[in-house]
């Protein structure tokens, strides 16, 4: 069976990178979730918050990795620090691949790199939880040949948890 994998990024900003990286793992065989048009999310965002979370709970079903797309500004998301979180709760491997470097289809410029030592939520004891500290591993999807080691990187994630 293949492996179902969860990719969260910021939307708005990371658009154009995170199809790149999406499209080479569909053209690899390999199945993605959380992707969604946009007008079909902007739908979903105007029923609130709840609704949201409820689709990405839903998108979260059947996978075993999270794959965080990390721009300039996506940790500091609030949907995706809620995916972090439900992911975590559900024991996904989770792993970091930075698309920083990977240009813009529109625009054709790449972007500032995002801060892994970023913190996504809190512990039961009230401490923060940095990204970079729970995360299974850090990539470059251009410095690091993502399109040919993407795979090898999820499944080193699911191997130590298990999955």
Excluded at 5 to 31: C, L, P
Excluded at 42 to 65: F, M, Y
Aim: charged share 25%; with cysteine; aromatic share 12%.
């Amino acid at each position: 069976m293949a492996r179902r994998v969860f990719f969260s990024f910021h939307y708005a900003n990371d658009i154009n990178r995170s199809m790149i990286v999406r499209n080479s793992w569909v053209t690899q065989g390999k199945e993605a979730a959380g992707f969604i048009d946009k007008a079909e999310f902007e739908k979903i965002k105007k029923t609130g918050d709840t609704a949201v979370h409820r689709w990405i709970n839903n998108q979260l079903n059947g996978t075993s990795v999270t794959v965080v797309l990390i721009g300039s500004e996506t940790l500091s998301r609030p949907f995706v620090k809620y995916e972090i979180c439900e992911s975590v709760k559900r024991g996904n491997a989770i792993i970091g691949v930075y698309i920083h470097n990977i240009k813009d289809m529109l625009t054709q410029k790449t972007s500032l790199k995002g801060i892994a030592h970023t913190v996504i939520g809190t512990n039961g004891y009230g401490k923060s939880v940095y990204f970079d500290e729970i995360c299974d591993g850090l990539y470059d999807y251009a410095l690091d040949e993502g399109y040919k080691n993407l795979g090898i990187w999820i499944e080193n994630a699911a191997k130590k948890h298990n999955k």
